[in-house]
């Protein structure tokens, strides 16, 4: 009997581009959708809301959408850095990460941030 194949929900939350479609849907649609659906459940007092670029950005929007707090661009990512969870060591990620984003100070600065990211692996990014 052949095996049923098994889908990872990391394909819509970082994988796969945000205009591409997984199984029917618009991956850029369910992201926002999932970030409404965090604002529903965990409501919070904010001025803004960031997000962790780039994936993360339409679940920022979602979130920022439903809970009626202003969008910002409060971190700039640096295209020329690739995916820094899958490296294989821990100095070689921090290091990535430390050159991928940057904050965007004035945006940011004497602000409550809701911080909109994709996912947590190892919280490497969130630690920055």
């Known amino acids: 009997e052949p095996q049923k194949t098994r889908f990872c929900i990391f394909e ?3 994988f796969a ?3 591409s479609s997984v199984e029917g849907r618009n991956v850029y649609e369910v992201r926002k959708r999932i970030g409404a659906e965090l604002a529903q459940e965990s409501p919070v007092e904010a001025d ?7 994936s993360g950005t339409p679940a920022a929007i ?3 959408q439903a809970a009626g707090i202003p969008f910002e661009l409060g971190i700039i ?6 995916r820094t969870f899958i490296q294989p060591g821990d ?3 921090h290091m990535g990460v430390k050159l991928k984003h940057n904050a965007n100070r004035r ?3 004497g602000k409550r941030v809701v911080l909109v990211d994709d996912s947590i692996v190892r919280g490497t ?3 920055k």
């Open 17 to 19: 581009r945000p205009d």
């Open 125 to 127: 990014t969130s630690q």
């Open 12 to 14: 819509y939350v970082y």
């Open 91 to 93: 100095s070689i990620r």
């Open 48 to 54: 803004i809301v960031v997000p962790v670029p780039d």
């Open 77 to 82: 990512r640096n295209h020329y850095v690739g």
């Open 107 to 109: 945006m940011i600065e």
């Open 62 to 64: 979602g979130f920022s």
